[in-house]
């Protein structure tokens, strides 16, 4: 199984700064056609989670463009440029690239 | 408008079976490239992927796990459904089912979630 590391396990922020979580897979998630699937997903308290990134760095729909991610092979990062009050919660990656499918731990943002 | 929602027991004794059923719209399981995921949250902790079928009926599931798991899909109801056998105080959790898209590889559109908690 491909293990997804996730640090910090919590980022306190001030409102209006910007928020960086890393994540990093156990093996590369390049797949065989070439593309790396790599998706972010937002869990707000009492929420389900929502997808925000597919592959690596594309924002789904209805996402704000202050969420941003990069990364390749092994080490991705999500971004948020200026973190709002509504931005709170728990951010996880996730790999599907290989079966079985793999989330990392969570990293929780929360305001300062 | 994708919308997902699970149903089914939300007590379940050590030993039972538990069914979950995904009620969706807004999508065919029918048309080529779909999915839908079952994955789960046991309290405060994080993400557990379980189950995946897809619109060709196409079954995937978690090794761990793969022993006690049957996913199934009526694509005329528009529902999934999961079974999982010899419920565990471990297995308590929230469910959740979601909606894939081959050409995203990502769940997209995820259920509320329905708790279920093993207890005699």
């Known amino acids: 199984d491909i293990v997804m590391t996730q640090t910090p396990l919590s980022s306190p922020v001030t409102l209006g700064q910007p928020a960086s979580i890393s994540c990093r897979s156990s093996?590369?998630?390049?797949?065989?056609?070439?593309?790396?699937?790599l998706s972010w997903l937002q869990q707000r308290p009492g929420q389900p989670p929502r997808l925000l990134i597919y592959?690596?760095?594309n924002r789904f729909s209805g996402v704000p463009d202050r969420f941003s991610g990069s990364g390749a092979g092994t080490d991705f990062t999500l971004k948020i440029s200026r973190v709002e009050a509504e931005d709170v919660g728990v951010y996880y990656c996730?790999?599907?690239?290989?079966?079985?499918?793999?989330f990392g731990g969570g990293t929780k943002v929360e305001i300062k | 408008q994708i919308t997902l929602k699970e149903s089914g027991p939300t007590l379940v004794k050590p030993t039972q079976t538990l069914t979950l059923t995904c009620t969706f719209s807004?999508?065919?399981?029918?048309?080529?490239?779909?999915?839908v995921g079952w994955i789960r949250q046991p309290p405060g902790k994080a993400l557990e992927w379980l189950a995946l079928?897809?619109?060709?009926?196409?079954?995937r599931y978690s090794p761990s796990l793969k022993s006690r798991l049957t996913i199934t899909k009526d694509t005329s109801k528009n529902q999934v459904v999961l079974t999982m056998t010899n419920m565990d105080s471990l297995d308590t959790a929230t469910y959740y089912c979601?909606?894939?898209?081959?050409?995203?590889?990502?769940?997209?559109?995820w259920g509320q979630g329905t708790l279920v908690t093993v207890s005699s």
């Open positions: 979601a909606h894939r898209l081959q050409q995203l590889v990502a769940f997209d559109y």
């Open positions: 807004g999508f065919s399981l029918s048309t080529s490239g779909v999915g």
């Open positions: 079928i897809y619109w060709d009926d196409d079954k």
């Open positions: 093996q590369s998630l390049v797949h065989s056609d070439g593309n790396t699937y």
């Open positions: 592959k690596i760095s």
């Open positions: 996730m790999q599907g690239t290989q079966f079985p499918l793999t």
